[in-house]
């Protein structure tokens, strides 16, 4: 199972995103470059970032600090936030990103993700799939839409998207724990490869998940809050030490 750190990025700055405001008490540092390096030097075998500022904008924000983290690591990196449209899928591909996470654009339109993959290739676009108690929330997380995640999914499926990552955003604030239920429900009614994030506080967390078939979990909070150190994690889990 792959271990994927995450790295979310407001103002040129890694921050908390739970604090929707951003404040000075949610940066985590003030050079996610160096943040960057320091996951790559834990065995971070891909980096995950998201552009906040993007995802609750539209458009995509901090590109100079995307392509400064790009440049500078020698992992793969996938990038998501307010990518909506095929230009800025290919200016970010470009850039040297390895794959994209399309969230809000695969809700509102899901011929647009038929056109990414047929245009770019399946392999270089992942679905987000925010969930709030079964239900789809887009636009930063800020909307609750009348999706069900399950049926968003199907959707992305059919539309020749392989990958897709599920987040249980009530989870993601709390960071006590995974919905096992939820997560087991999600990954036995998909037929793709699905990657876990929100609320993974520990090692044990990890096991379970991967005990229900996941592709990999995406570690945020955790590892900033030390519940989680990620050479443990990528050790245990990924190279099967």
């Known amino acids: 199972m792959k271990i994927y750190a995450a790295i979310h990025i407001s103002n040129g700055r890694s921050v908390n995103p739970n604090d929707l405001h951003y404040s000075q008490n949610s940066i985590i540092t003030n050079d996610p470059v160096k943040l960057a390096l ?14 906040l500022d993007a995802a609750s904008m539209g458009y995509p924000v901090n590109g100079e600090t995307i392509q400064d983290i790009v440049d500078t690591v020698s992992i793969p990196v996938q990038y998501g936030g307010g990518l909506r449209t095929i230009k800025d899928i290919d ?37 987000g799939i925010d ?17 069900n995640v399950i049926t968003l999914a199907k959707q992305a499926e ?70 989680i150190h990620l ?3 990528v050790s245990t889990f990924e190279r099967g030490a």
């Open 231 to 233: 050479a443990e994690a």
């Open 38 to 51: 320091h996951w790559q030097e834990q065995g971070a075998s891909m980096l995950h970032l998201i552009d």
């Open 158 to 227: 059919l539309s020749g998207i392989r990958t897709v990552i599920y987040t249980d955003v009530v989870c993601a604030k709390e960071v006590r724990g995974p919905h096992l239920d939820d997560v087991r429900e999600f990954i036995e009614k998909t037929h793709m490869d699905v990657i876990i994030s929100g609320g993974i506080a520990s090692l044990s967390d990890i096991r379970d998940i991967q005990e229900l078939n996941a592709h990999g979990v995406i570690l945020g909070a955790a590892l900033y809050t030390n519940k």
């Open 91 to 127: 200016n970010y591909l470009n850039m040297g990103v390895s794959r994209v996470i399309i969230g809000t654009q695969a809700i509102q339109d899901p011929r647009f993700l038929k056109e990414a993959a047929s245009i770019f290739g399946a392999d270089k676009i992942l679905v």
């Open 131 to 147: 969930a709030d108690r079964g239900m789809a929330v887009s636009n930063g997380r800020e909307k609750i839409t009348n999706f």
